[in-house]
């Protein structure tokens, strides 16, 4: 089964200073990983996602994130914070079982970014 | 371009009461998904539909769920005889490809149920 478990439910950083978000996977497949963002009272947005291309995944607002299959790791990261980027993020695994693309939710993890 | 789009934005009712959510999928979108989010199961699968197929129903809670897509686009998520653990956001999703595919899934604003 595919589960993914975000080891931090809060994380909070000053504005400037760097952002680690982590988030390990379980996947009986070649995993297929993605980070979402939330905004408070607005929809999911991608931030970036891994599909067996380069380990290495950059995506949208200076976030990235390395897919390391020793470590069943997707660890979001983001060398400077920025006051915008407080929100909650959700890191998903997908379920290819049923023939399509299911997405299966972490917990989330709520970034407070500070001054 | 036009995103998703889902209505209404917020819906409070009485236990008991049916409620219609509707979404409206970004335009060519083939495949659309049902999801609910709340504060003790945190962001769950309820429902996929591939073009005229049967839907996968599996991640629905009850049979008081049901959902329909009618014309390949516009779907409704219908709750029967609401309850108060069915208060949550329930949000729709679509993207371009049916079937297995690491096609992004775009995600709509939601609709916040509130069952009193």
């Known amino acids: 089964a595919q589960s993914v478990t975000q080891l931090d439910s809060h994380v909070s950083v000053s504005e400037g200073t760097p952002v680690l978000l982590r988030c390990n996977y379980s996947s009986s497949y070649s995993p297929s990983l993605f980070w979402y963002v939330q905004h408070p009272n607005k929809g999911l947005q991608l931030l970036l996602k891994y599909t067996s291309a380069a380990t290495l995944v950059k995506g949208i607002n200076g976030f990235e994130a390395e897919f390391k299959k020793s470590e069943t790791s997707f660890h979001l990261t983001k060398p400077s914070a920025h006051m915008s980027d407080a929100a909650e993020y959700f890191c998903?695994?997908?379920?290819?079982?049923?023939?399509?693309?299911?997405?299966?939710f972490g917990a989330g993890t709520r970034l407070a970014v500070h001054p | 371009g036009a995103g998703v789009s889902q209505s209404p934005s917020n819906k409070v009712t009485e236990k008991g009461k049916d409620v219609e959510l509707r979404c409206d999928p970004i335009?060519?979108?083939?495949?659309l998904y049902w999801y609910r989010q709340s504060l003790g199961q945190g962001l769950e699968f309820l429902i996929y539909?591939?073009?005229?197929?049967?839907?996968?129903k599996s991640g629905l809670p009850s049979d008081r769920f049901s959902a329909e897509r009618t014309g390949g686009s516009v779907s409704t998520l219908t709750i029967q005889r609401t309850q108060q653990e069915d208060s949550a956001v329930y949000l729709c999703?679509?993207?371009?490809?049916?079937?297995?595919?690491?096609?992004?899934?775009?995600f709509g604003p939601g609709t916040r149920l509130t069952v009193l």
């Open positions: 539909f591939q073009g005229n197929s049967a839907p996968d």
């Open positions: 998903v695994v997908s379920d290819p079982s049923g023939g399509y693309n299911k997405l299966i």
């Open positions: 999703a679509s993207s371009p490809r049916e079937g297995w595919s690491t096609d992004t899934q775009y």
């Open positions: 335009s060519g979108h083939t495949a």
